[in-house]
Structures are given as structure tokens and as C-alpha cells.
């Protein structure tokens, strides 16, 4: 029985031992700052052109341009933060004459125009626990996030309505620039130029409840289109380089 517990006892450390050592040789990920740049795709209703969705916002694929860091605390479990703008473009002159159609069908009026100016701008502020698998010169990023989107500008909309009865009717919706919680999550993969510089693909998608429209104009009476809040979400595809440190 001793002699048993005596062979076990070699096992186990030398499996401890050798389990620690292999945890020694694993390549540890590097702390890092980068700069990415890409496309930002507005994704549920945030991208809907849809004029009977109160919800809908009319936004386009547009650019995105930020910075991105990741902070090791443990081997290779971090906190990731990225900051960055995103322009999704204006309404369209189809998207317009989409909603005043809409409009005119709505009131039951003889003419319906819409002018929208301004465009859809955001900065987004995110960060959250990062684990990285590093095989070779690859490291795969996983994240997932919570933080701050904050509208520098949506779109002013103005509908006029002309008919005979009431030809100084009209409705604006006006430019917002609101702040909201968001929260997602991200996945990047990263190729190692040197012992100091890496470049990588990053997908990243976030979400949020959205910001709260303001409207002028006479009192909503529960007829036509009327948008109090505008959910905002993208995933957001860049290429980037990093900094390693």
C-alpha cells in the first residue's frame, strides 16, 4: 500500500510538474494599441426604410474609424476597450419620396414634401473582459463589451403638406443628440509582423435600445409616421495595426 501511494505521488508531481512547465512555455499575449479603420453596416431596425416602423432608421453602410486596445491583466485574459466614429450616411432622395408617400396616404392630403438633411454620426465607447488564443504567429481575439454610444448627429426631417383646406401643415423631426447604453461583442484575428507590430481583421457588433427623438409640429394625434426613439446597431468590419507592448 505504501509502496502504491508512493508510486502515485511520483505520478501526480510529475504531472503537476510537467504541466507546469508546458503553462511556463505557452507564449503569454502582449498588451496592445492599435489604430482600425472599415466599414460600420447598421443591422435591425436601425438600417429599416420602412415607413410604417415608428422604429425604422434609415441608416446606410458607412465608414469607421477608431482606436482599439487590448490591456493583459492574467497570461492571456484582458480588457479590451475600443473607441470609435461611425458615419452612416443621410437619407436618400428615394428614401424621401418613400416617406412622403407615406405621409400622403396618411393625412389624406393633395401634396406631401420631405426634406431631410444631416447625417447619421456616432462615437462609440466600449470595453470588456478580452481572452486571446495565441497558435503560432495568429492570436484570436474573443470580447465581449458594454459601453456608451453617443449621436453627434441624426438626420433633420421636414414634411410640408399643401391642400386647399390647410396649406400650413407640416412636421419636423429634429436633429438628436442623445446618448445611450450599448453592449456586444467582438471577434478579431491578428498576424504578427515582428515582436512589436501586428495586423488583424476585427468583426464587431454592437447594440443598443437607442436615443430619443424630438419632433416639433402640431400634436400627434396617432395618425401617420412619428419616431420618439431611434434603436441604434452595427457590426462594424475593420482592418487595423497594432502597437504590441
Known amino acids: ?25 505557452v507564449t503569454q499575449a502582449k498588451s496592445y494599441l492599435g489604430l482600425i479603420g ?9 438600417g429599416q426604410t420602412n415607413y410604417s416602423n415608428n422604429n425604422a432608421g434609415f441608416a446606410k453602410k458607412g465608414t469607421t474609424l477608431g482606436l482599439d486596445a487590448g490591456i493583459y491583466l492574467y497570461k492571456n485574459l484582458g480588457i479590451g476597450i475600443t473607441f470609435s466614429f461611425q458615419d452612416q450616411g443621410e437619407l436618400s432622395g428615394a428614401d424621401a419620396q418613400n416617406l412622403a408617400n407615406g405621409y400622403l396616404t396618411s393625412f ?8 431631410a438633411v444631416n447625417r447619421y454620426q456616432n462615437i462609440n465607447l466600449m470595453a470588456g473582459p478580452q481572452y486571446s488564443f495565441l497558435y503560432k504567429k495568429f492570436t484570436l481575439d474573443l470580447r465581449a463589451s458594454a459601453g456608451l454610444i453617443k449621436s453627434m448627429s441624426t438626420p433633420f426631417i421636414g414634411v410640408v403638406f ?22 456586444g461583442g467582438s471577434l478579431g484575428l491578428r498576424y504578427s509582423l515582428s515582436d512589436s507590430w501586428d495586423i488583424g481583421l476585427k468583426c464587431n457588433y454592437i447594440n443598443s435600445d437607442g436615443i430619443k427623438i424630438e419632433n ?21 468590419t475593420t ?6 507592448f
Do not use: C, H
Not at 482592418?239 to 504590441?244: E, M, R, V
Open 38 to 46: 472599415g466599414y460600420s453596416t447598421p443591422t435591425s431596425n436601425f
Open 162 to 183: 399643401d391642400n386647399t383646406a390647410n396649406s400650413a401643415t407640416y412636421l419636423n423631426q429634429l436633429k438628436s443628440g442623445g446618448t445611450t447604453f450599448a453592449y
Open 1 to 25: 500500500m505504501k509502496k502504491n501511494f508512493t508510486i502515485l505521488s511520483a505520478v501526480l508531481i510529475t504531472l503537476f510538474s510537467l504541466n507546469a512547465k508546458a503553462q511556463d512555455e
Open 108 to 115: 389624406g392630403k393633395d401634396e406631401a414634401n420631405v426634406t
Open 216 to 236: 416639433s409640429g402640431p400634436t400627434y394625434t396617432g395618425v401617420g409616421r412619428y419616431q420618439t426613439k431611434l434603436p441604434i446597431s452595427e457590426i462594424q
Open 239 to 244: 482592418l487595423g495595426i497594432s502597437l504590441k
